[in-house]
Nanobody
Framework: VQLQASGGGLVQAGGSLRLACAVS????????MGWFRQYPEKVREFVAQ?????????GYEDSAMGRFTISRDSAKNTLYLQMNNLGPRDTALYFC???????????WGQGTLVTVSS
């Protein structure tokens, strides 16, 4: 499994960013894809996930609900995270991840840094 995240950057509070993750080496029919974030000196935490074969099957962490949207483009083998109404508490290193159905997330891309200025 290979995951390549991109799209991080500096944005003002209230702004938006779209993260992307290029995906390869997976059986898309059997995988869930997700986004996690990590604050300095903290453990990685779940943000959102999507079932690749059924894009309507999604889940979000409470603070992401209503502000973030996870999606995927099957033609491009790319996972996205649209983040709106960003706040300073969204500043973190964001990772894309993959797991087989019924398993824990165990494949990770490199992080992409999101910085939200107040």
């Amino acid at each position: 499994v290979q995951l390549q995240a991109s799209g991080g950057g500096l944005v003002q509070a209230g702004g938006s960013l779209r993260l992307a993750c290029a995906v390869s080496g997976v059986n898309f029919n059997d995988y869930f894809m997700g986004w996690f974030r990590q604050y300095p000196e903290k453990v990685r935490e779940f943000v959102a996930q999507i079932q690749w074969s059924n894009s309507e099957n999604t889940g979000y962490e409470d603070s992401a609900m209503g502000r973030f949207t996870i999606s995927r483009d099957s033609a491009k083998n790319t996972l996205y995270l649209q983040m709106n109404n960003l706040g300073p508490r969204d500043t973190a290193l964001y990772f894309c991840a993959a797991r087989r159905a019924g398993q824990q997330f165990n494949s990770w891309g490199q992080g992409t840094l999101v910085t939200v200025s107040s």
